[in-house]
């Protein structure tokens, strides 16, 4: 029925690629696939896809989280559901990561109440829908953000970053993710403050290891 009525919206209001301007989405395929990929450095458990600095996954981001452009996340999940078999197959192999917990970075509920989803979590559950319980398992609200803080793309200063998230996530459930290994989910990463204040908490809180991958840094 939910692809009847994209089809059928696909003809009333038709979209375009904002990069090829092909009939179809908002951003095929293709041109992610082709986007340049982050080059900046980050930690090595933190695997970004893309540059976001490429205008057309800059203004793609802006539309899932600031529009609701959500088929988006779809989209995004696809390629980013390839890279994190792939780094599955060298982590379960040389550092025994089995049977890992996706996580998504959560929203304050003051900002989810603003923008009504979590971009993050629509990535994780678009990559469960491709992975159908073969390689990782969702856990929605074991990582929560009780309180407010500060946007952090506000945050031009590095060290007010740092300060700005200290603090701010708990985890419910503990015994949840007792010696799990976690997939941290966001969309993107900047400092890497918010996974690194994220990968605290957990690990706090006795997840055994936790790496992150977000669409772009």
């Known amino acids: 029925m939910k692809d009847f009525l994209d089809t059928i919206l696909n003809i009333v209001f038709p979209v375009n690629c904002i990069s090829c301007k092909e009939k179809g989405s908002l951003l ?3 041109c992610l696939a082709s986007s340049p990929e982050a080059e900046r450095e980050s930690a090595l458990w933190i ?3 893309f540059d976001y600095r490429h205008p057309p996954l800059k203004k793609a981001i802006w539309l899932l989280k600031y529009k609701g452009k959500r088929k988006l996340a779809d989209i995004f999940a696809e390629v980013m559901y390839a890279r994190i078999l792939e780094e599955l197959a060298d ?8 049977e890992p917990v996706l996580i998504p970075i959560p929203l304050a509920p003051k900002r989810y109440r603003e923008r009504g989803f979590n971009q993050a979590t629509l990535l994780c559950k678009a990559l469960m829908e491709l992975d159908k319980n073969e390689n990782f398992k969702l856990e929605k609200n074991i990582l929560i953000k009780p309180k407010d803080t500060e946007h952090q793309a506000r945050i031009e200063d590095r060290s007010k970053r740092l300060k700005n998230i200290i603090g701010s996530f708990l985890v419910k459930n503990p015994q949840t993710i007792k010696d ?3 997939i941290l989910i966001d969309d993107v990463t900047t400092t890497g403050a918010t ?6 908490t957990l690990k706090s809180a006795g997840a055994r290891k936790v790496i992150a ?3 772009a840094h």
């Open 195 to 200: 996974l690194a204040e994220a990968k605290k």
């Open 47 to 49: 695997f970004p896809l």
């Open 180 to 182: 799990k290994n976690i």
């Open 91 to 98: 982590l379960s192999m040389m550092e025994n990561f089995r």
């Open 28 to 30: 095929c395929i293709k």
């Open 213 to 215: 991958f977000t669409v």
